[in-house]
Each structure stands twice: as structure tokens, then as C-alpha cells.
């Protein structure tokens, strides 16, 4: 898909690595962030996968099992947005609008490749998902403060670092996850938690 796509892998990694705004922190063991169901994350999102590559702007917000994603082309040539909860879900794009009863094809269909989303939402926050939502975990590494910051699970590796405290959080700046030649690197520019914007959410 043309609109998200851009040319060499080197200038995504540049792209990454040079656009994010997160400041500094005190780096610390801090609270696990499994009690988070409201957030906002602004950052960079990069894929590589058989069928081509990508890179976009991202910016998620999610209130419980209500989900907004939207990703735009770095050189503002469009944007796609995902947005729905676990009974419907609409695909919105310069070509139109889809809807579907769950999110994964719908994303799968804009990008080239599928992705589980609802897993997705655990794993930005730098712990695996449910087991009854995703299957047990398998560890392969920890950080210094014994977090799990290598991890397998659904068939996905998932992989943490670069944490750092936000209102006394544990998260992720970086989130790589990989899976039969599919990876998918996201670099956090900024967390906001407990305030949404979706309809029929409240700020706390």
C-alpha cells in the first residue's frame, strides 16, 4: 500500500531514532503497568515483512476494550485509522471505509501483514498478554531489575527495553516483535495515562 510505504530501511532506522521526543527518566524497577486500561501513545511505528516494508506515525488511544489507532505517512501522504472494541471494528482510509467484528484481517488488509491486536495492546505496555486472551509465556531474557524484557508468546517474540518511569510505571520506549519474517519496531515519542479522547470516555 503506497500511502505508508517509504524507500530504505535505513532511513526508517533514521527516522526512528531521531523524531521521538520522550525525554529522559530515572530509570527504576517501578510499579507493572497491568492495571492500565486507559493510555494514549504518540510514537513511530516501522515494519519489515516478505511482502514489503513500512514506516508511519502512530498515535493509540485505548479506554478498556475501546481502541482508536491511527498511523500517518511521514510524508503527510495519507493516513489510515482503526478504531472499534471486541464487537466491531472499522478500517478507515484515503480509499474508504470497512468494517469488520474483529481488528486483525482489517489492519492486515492496510499494511501487508496481520498483527494481533488485542495482544498488541497488552504488549506496548511492556507485559504479555493474558494468558486466557493469548497463551502462556515463555521467557528468554530478563533486564536488570528481573523484568522480562525477551519473551515469547501466540507465536510472537516480543521484545522490551529502553523502560522508563512514567507516574511511577514501568514502560517500554521501544517494543520490537517478530514472527515467521514479520518484525515490527515501535518507538514510543510520549505516554499519557488514565486520559482518553474516545467517545463516551471521561478524563480521570
Not at 492486515?108 to 486466557?132: D, H
Amino acid at each position: 500500500m503506497p500511502v505508508l510505504r517509504h524507500p530504505g530501511w535505513l532511513l526508517v532506522c533514521a527516522l526512528l531514532l531521531g523524531c521521538t521526543t520522550l525525554p529522559p527518566a530515572e530509570d527504576g524497577e517501578g510499579l507493572r503497568p497491568d492495571d492500565i486500561d486507559r493510555f494514549i501513545i504518540e510514537g513511530k511505528v516501522a515494519w519489515v515483512h516478505p511482502e514489503g516494508r513500512g514506516n508511519a506515525n502512530l498515535t493509540w488511544q485505548q479506554d478498556g476494550e475501546n481502541f482508536d489507532l491511527l498511523l500517518t505517512g511521514p510524508l503527510g501522504q495519507g493516513a489510515v485509522r482503526l478504531e472499534g472494541n471486541a464487537e466491531a471494528v472499522s478500517l478507515s482510509t484515503p480509499d474508504g471505509t470497512r468494517q469488520a467484528g474483529e481488528a486483525d484481517a482489517l489492519l492486515g488488509a492496510a499494511l501487508g501483514f496481520t498483527i494481533p491486536v488485542a495482544q498488541v495492546r497488552w504488549w506496548v505496555l511492556g507485559v504479555p498478554a493474558p494468558v486466557g486472551e493469548a497463551g502462556p509465556v515463555r521467557v528468554h531474557g530478563r533486564d536488570t531489575h528481573d523484568r522480562p524484557a525477551d519473551v515469547e508468546q501466540d507465536g510472537w517474540r516480543i521484545q522490551w527495553s529502553d523502560r522508563r518511569l512514567v507516574e511511577a510505571r514501568s514502560l517500554p520506549r521501544r517494543v520490537q516483535l517478530e514472527r515467521e519474517g514479520t518484525r515490527l519496531t515501535l518507538v514510543v515519542g510520549a505516554w499519557t495515562l488514565g486520559k482518553v479522547s474516545l467517545a463516551g470516555s471521561s478524563s480521570q
